[in-house]
């Protein structure tokens, strides 16, 4: 009787308790003339929805099949619910079928509402914002590396004079094996344009729980799961490339025979996942545990977000820690072993190839953090749910017992939950993975770009000798044409030299280790040249 809304009339909320308190205390279910009195004052909505109730509070026993005739106002809110509880047959209520409060009145909205309103409000403020950042920062990303930027190479032509340089114009992330970091960061600026379709929609929860939004649902969940997984596997492609070129020394032409296998295990796997196994199986839709946007369903065992994404990322993560460790024990015993003479710094190595490094780790936290978040949800998923089950009876309980709406006062709250900040970090990292980026290669971009500019890289003439020297560092220069590599020296040449990267780019690396003899030759292939 609780439940029942101030904005009836007196008659209608006066029959109906007569009902309800018969049903309650009487050995045997309301007699006929206290139904008929009811249904004669209320709305058939008013009527049915509390018949409903009694209904179940009787365990079927007690029932009554009489409409109610009267046109009172206020069906549209028969009921008042605690705060953060709501009507049971609202939009965003979630499904009680089959649980033991079955039938009441009020319920809760589907997502778990542990936190509170102020919390649930910067949450998807959060995700929002951080999801358009990262798209508008991912596009720009893009377009940074597809507009033509400037290289020198040696002139093809006089490959013999190393006085000679012409200045060509290229597109960055269209050559190999920049074009890695073109898919990637395309499949993060789908994942985070489709975190900001709640946007679209004009409220997150409804995107989650109305059913009126299913099918907006299911593709917002569709769509996380395809370019999240691409995403997280072009990574690993990126780092395992690194690790070939750096760690096992091998060319770029030799790397790139591998891209059509990249695309091959990038695109297949998470296509597969999706389209033959998870939509398949409806198992794409807002999960209600573990999530606040809309992917794959949870259960109690979280089985389905295991085998179809968290199992693969923990897999990701500890492959691209490994090849990041041996890259670096490379790079540690390249520069620990070569000489003061025209040699390059562990701070040079290190200022030279920071960005892809950084990249790489970075990645390894973030992917590390998404995969032992869900882990700590779901080794503690049976406490934080009876913490929440706990939080609910108390509600209610209270809040029958007041005397009226008014005097209701809250003094409940959720014993056990994930710290409010760490839920906040893990919606960053998710919605935030084109922003991390940009700050990694875009900074990066601009900087050179503005560099080039003050030094006339970009003007109509051609470059000289002197301007294109000047673009490399002391010791081993690095230039690339179409045939080979050629390494000159105005140095003595050190036991190892670790060279710039061929086209100053941020995963393009060349190692090369020279040997001092007392007659140096030169030895050209059709890919590179040594020095013997």
Excluded at 101 to 126: K, R
Excluded at 254 to 270: D, F, I, M, N, Q
Excluded at 311 to 317: A, L, P, Q, R, Y
Excluded at 361 to 376: D, E, K, T
Aim: aromatic share 14%; charged share 20%.
């Amino acid at each position: 009787n609780r439940i029942l809304s101030t904005s009836y009339s007196s008659s209608c909320r006066s029959s109906l308790k007569d009902v309800g308190c018969n049903a309650a205390f009487a050995t045997s279910c309301p007699d006929s003339s206290l139904w008929n009195t009811a249904s004669s004052h209320c709305t058939n909505t008013m009527y049915s929805r509390y018949n409903s109730l009694v209904t179940s509070y009787s365990d079927g026993a007690c029932s009554d099949s009489i409409t109610g005739t009267s046109t009172s106002s206020g069906a549209d809110s028969w009921i008042s619910c605690p705060s953060p509880m709501i009507q049971a047959d609202g939009s965003i209520a979630a499904d009680l079928s089959g649980s033991t409060i079955n039938g009441g009145p009020c319920s809760y909205p589907c997502y778990y509402p542990i936190y509170s309103d102020t919390e649930l409000s910067d949450h998807i403020s959060l995700l929002d914002a951080f999801a358009w950042i990262s798209f508008i920062l991912s596009l720009i990303l893009i377009g940074l590396n597809l507009i033509k930027d400037v290289e020198y190479r040696l002139d093809h032509r006089s490959s013999d004079d190393l006085d000679r340089f012409s200045k060509v114009y290229v597109r960055r992330w269209l050559l190999y094996p920049e074009r890695l970091q073109l898919y990637f960061t395309g499949c993060v600026a789908m994942a985070s344009f489709t975190l900001t379709l709640g946007t679209f929609v004009g409220d997150d929860k409804k995107l989650w729980c109305d059913s009126n939004y299913k099918d907006a649902c299911k593709a917002q969940g569709s769509l996380l799961e395809f370019f999240g997984m691409a995403a997280a596997i072009w990574w690993l492609c990126i780092a395992f490339n690194a690790w070939m070129t750096i760690a096992r020394e091998r060319s770029v032409e030799e790397t790139e025979r591998y891209e059509k296998w990249y695309h091959l295990v990038a695109w297949s796997v998470p296509g597969v996942f999706l389209f033959l196994v998870l939509l398949p199986a409806d198992k794409i839709g807002f999960p209600g545990y573990s999530s606040m946007w809309c992917w794959i369903k949870s259960d109690d065992t979280g089985a389905w977000q295991f085998a179809f994404f968290y199992s693969e990322v923990g897999f990701i993560c500890v492959s691209g820690f490994l090849l990041f460790l041996h890259i670096c024990m490379k790079i540690y015993s390249l520069a620990k072993e070569s000489t003061s003479g025209g040699s390059l710094s562990k701070r040079e190595i290190l200022r030279r190839l920071g960005p892809m490094l950084l990249f790489i780790s970075l990645y390894i936290f973030l992917y590390g953090w998404m995969f032992g978040y869900r882990v700590n949800l779901q080794v503690e998923r049976t406490t934080y749910q009876d913490a929440f089950k706990s939080y609910l009876t108390c509600l209610l309980t209270q809040w029958s017992q007041s005397a009226s709406t008014g005097e209701y006062s809250d003094s409940c709250s959720v014993s056990d939950k994930p710290e409010v900040g760490t839920w906040y970090f893990q919606t960053v990292n998710l919605a935030g993975l084109g922003t991390f980026t940009f700050l990694i290669f875009g900074v990066q971009s601009i900087k050179e770009r503005i560099e080039k500019y003050r030094d006339g890289a970009y003007s109509d003439d051609d470059a000289s000798p002197k301007s294109a020297m000047e673009m490399e560092p002391s010791g081993v220069k690095v230039y690339q044409n179409s045939s080979a590599h050629v390494v000159s020296s105005t140095e003595p040449l050190s036991l190892i030299h670790i060279s710039e990267p061929t086209r100053l780019l941020s995963i393009s690396y060349a190692v090369f280790c020279l040997k001092k003899k007392k007659k140096n030759t030169r030895k050209t292939n059709n890919n590179k040249t040594q020095i013997n």
